[in-house]
């Protein structure tokens, strides 16, 4: 049995810019991650079984084994584009498909949280092909590749994009005041490629002083030594976004009244919120009907 691992993530800064050449702060969660199982599968044809935090089966699909074509699935969206990459994967490595196979996915997170559940398969999939995640993940879901970067990372790391290949800088990164520092889930999934498409569409080019704005803001992240300077940083990155993209910040459009800094993490609008507070915050959220508020330990 051939048995893989990869994580989830956090970027901290750069959103939307990484994808310019900015550079990123990225946080692959040790917490949560998604599982690959990939054994021989005696009914002669390629099947795929996807187990969700609960382990419950949430999705699974048929494949014939000579064409990889689908034959009977729970949710054909999602089966076709395994089909794609599976058959991608055959070209590049045929001697992986002499023989019919089962892949068995279990994630401990919610899928509907943001965390990675498309990057963290290409990472799976990149893993037991011996294949390169980067090109995988911009062939079949684009973006800057700094989430397929935290899937196999050891520590918090630095992303950038140089002629558009990646730069991968790991870094040391567990600030002092972290057991003030939030992560709130909004309680809806961002479609994250359809975000950056759209703000590639109004941002074909962003200004230089922008991407080197945001460059000192994720060295200011990284180096931040108090929690009164690291919430300045997060106000400044999110007036910057903000600018950008046209978008209200966080706190101005649902949580003005916070004692505490905000700021969106990835696509702006859904997912999770980096949050920083003297006090713990979770009575405030839970009296705004928000239940998902996780600490740096449970997550880092």
């Known amino acids: 049995m051939n048995q893989f691992k990869a994580w989830a993530k956090f970027l901290i800064t750069g959103e939307y ?23 021989p599968n005696n009914n002669h044809f390629f099947s795929w079984k996807a187990f969700d935090e609960k382990n419950s089966l949430w999705f699974e699909a048929n494949f014939e084994t000579s064409s990889l074509q689908l034959i009977d699935s729970s949710d054909q ?17 045929p001697n992986l498909f002499k023989i019919a ?44 590749g700094y989430d ?30 972290k057991n003030n520092l939030f992560f709130l889930y909004q309680g809806q999934k961002q479609d994250t490629r359809g975000a950056l498409v759209e703000f590639h569409k109004k941002n074909p080019s962003p200004f230089q002083q922008d991407l080197q704005q945001v460059n000192r803001l994720t060295q200011n992240f990284l180096m931040a030594s108090n929690l009164t300077d690291f919430m300045l940083y997060m106000k400044e990155h999110e007036n910057l976004i903000s600018q950008i993209t046209g978008q209200k910040r966080i706190k101005d459009k649902y949580f003005s009244d916070f004692d505490g800094e905000m700021k969106s993490l990835g696509a702006w609008g859904g997912d999770f919120i980096l949050v920083a507070s003297i006090d713990n915050p979770r009575d405030y959220f839970i009296n705004k009907g928000y239940t998902v508020l996780k600490n740096w330990n449970e997550l880092i």
């Open 101 to 144: 196979l089962q892949f068995e996915t279990h994630m401990n997170f919610s899928r509907h949280w943001g965390l990675g559940s498309s990057s963290t398969l290409v990472s799976l999939l990149a893993q037991w092909s011996q294949t390169d995640a980067f090109h995988l993940q911009k062939m079949f879901f684009g973006g800057s």
């Open 17 to 39: 810019l990484i994808l310019h050449g900015a550079k990123g702060l990225a946080l692959p969660l040790s917490q949560y991650f998604q599982e690959l199982k990939v054994t």
């Open 77 to 93: 969206i999602v089966a076709l584009k395994i089909s794609e990459m599976l058959s991608y994967l055959k070209k590049l490595r």
């Open 148 to 177: 397929v970067a935290c899937a196999t990372a050891n520590s918090p790391l630095i992303y950038e994009l140089q002629n558009n290949r990646p730069q991968i800088t790991p870094v040391r990164w567990s600030p002092v005041f």
